[in-house]
């Protein structure tokens, strides 16, 4: 499965909201979509997991939404320390991928 | 808490091969996946290969199918990936990463713990 993500880059003020969209080459079974934020210089950060479900520790800003084949990840109002690289990946499938990502900068 | 750390990494002529190790604490490592993630400079986060707890399903990405070969040694709690006919788009910085699941149903999941990762360059 080939990950789509949307758009590249994300220029906000703190405080908008970011919409970010992860969209998949075939039918993700099971919702089966992870999202990472990764910081510069930092590792991964798991925020969401099948679709919807929050990591513990993550802020409610961050929510997850979608099935099939469309996905969506919605920072409610930006936080300056959210101004990240976001990733998205289907799973449950004996291999794994990963969308190209979106930056979210400052505008 | 869950520490991965890798090694192995370092400079690499074009057509040799490497063999990066990594070495899990903080949890039970032989109940869970595991995973090599790279990512080249500047670049998105590709999926290398991936390995279930008992070495019994094993997967690996197009880009280096038939080049890499993972492996585990759970009594050791080490992670391994050997890489062979290395090119320059190999060039990349490689994580090992836990899965939270074990891979027992031939699947591998989302990630939730990884290392700082082991930089491999290739070039002559």
């Known amino acids: 499965i080939v990950l789509t993500q949307s758009p590249g880059t994300l220029s906000l003020s703190p405080g908008e909201r970011a919409t970010l969209s992860c969209r998949a080459s075939?039918?993700?079974?099971?919702?089966?979509l992870a999202w990472y934020q990764q910081k510069a210089g930092q590792t991964p950060r798991l925020l969401v997991y099948?679709?919807?479900s929050r990591v513990t520790g993550i802020p409610d800003r961050f929510s997850g939404s979608g099935s099939g084949t469309d996905f969506t990840l919605t920072i409610s109002r930006l936080e300056p320390e959210d101004f990240a690289v976001y990733y998205c990946?289907?799973?449950?499938?004996?291999?794994?991928?990963f969308g190209p990502g979106t930056k979210v900068d400052i505008k | 808490e869950v520490e991965l750390v890798e090694s192995g990494g370092g400079l690499v002529q074009p057509g040799r091969s490497l063999r990066l190790s990594c070495v899990g604490s903080?949890?039970?490592?032989?109940?869970?996946?595991m995973h090599w993630v790279r990512q080249a400079p500047g670049k998105g986060l590709e999926w290398v290969s991936g390995?279930?707890?008992?070495?019994?399903?094993?997967g690996y990405a197009e880009s280096v199918r038939g080049r890499v070969t993972i492996s585990r040694d759970n009594a050791k709690n080490s992670l391994y990936l050997e890489m062979n006919s290395l090119r320059g788009e190999d060039t990349a910085l490689y994580y090992c990463?836990?899965?939270?699941?074990?891979?027992?149903?031939?699947?591998?999941?989302?990630?939730?713990?990884w290392g700082k990762g082991t930089s491999v360059t290739v070039s002559s």
């Open positions: 990463v836990k899965d939270v699941k074990s891979g027992y149903d031939v699947r591998f999941y989302y990630m939730d713990g």
């Open positions: 903080g949890f039970i490592f032989e109940d869970y996946a």
């Open positions: 390995i279930s707890w008992n070495s019994g399903s094993i």
């Open positions: 075939q039918s993700v079974s099971h919702n089966y």
């Open positions: 099948d679709t919807s």
């Open positions: 990946q289907q799973y449950g499938r004996s291999t794994t991928t």
